[in-house]
C-alpha cells in the first residue's frame, strides 16, 4: 500500500506558475514510476509528466518547454513545476505512483484552474 499526498493546486491567470507535490510513503527504492495525470471535465485522464527510478522523463507535448517535473529522494516526494499556463491546462491533477511490483496508486487529486 503506498499512500500519496498531493498539494499545490489552485487558480492562476494565464501565464503564470503553480507547483504541484506529491509525497510518497515509500521511498523510491520501491517505486519504479511516479508522476502525474490530469482530467478535464468531460475529458478521459492524460500522463502530464512522469520520472522513473532511473531519472528519465517523460512529458506530455501539449506540456514540453512549459512543466518541468523533479523529484526530492530524501522527502519521496515527486513535484511539476508548471510555467505559463494556459487555460486548456484547467483541470484534477492526480499523482500517480507505480511500483517495482507493478501495482499502480492514485492520489486524491488537486484542481488548477487557469482563467483570467
Known amino acids: 500500500q503506498v499512500q500519496l499526498v498531493e498539494s499545490g493546486g489552485g487558480w492562476v491567470q494565464p501565464g503564470g506558475s503553480l507547483t504541484l507535490s506529491c509525497a510518497a510513503s515509500?521511498?523510491?527504492?520501491?517505486?519504479?514510476?511516479m508522476g502525474w495525470f490530469r482530467q478535464a471535465p468531460g475529458k478521459k485522464r492524460e500522463l502530464v509528466a512522469l520520472?522513473?527510478?532511473?531519472?528519465?522523463?517523460e512529458y506530455a507535448d501539449s506540456v514540453k518547454g512549459r512543466f518541468t517535473i523533479s523529484r526530492d529522494n530524501s522527502k519521496n516526494t515527486v513535484i511539476l513545476q508548471m510555467n505559463s499556463l494556459k487555460p486548456e491546462d484547467t483541470a484534477v491533477y492526480y499523482c500517480?505512483?507505480?511500483?517495482?511490483?507493478?501495482?499502480?496508486?492514485w492520489g486524491q487529486g488537486t484542481q488548477v484552474t487557469v482563467s483570467s
Open positions: 515509500r521511498s523510491f527504492t520501491t517505486i519504479y514510476h
Open positions: 520520472i522513473d527510478n532511473n531519472d528519465d522523463l
Open positions: 500517480n505512483c507505480m511500483l517495482n511490483v507493478g501495482l499502480t496508486y
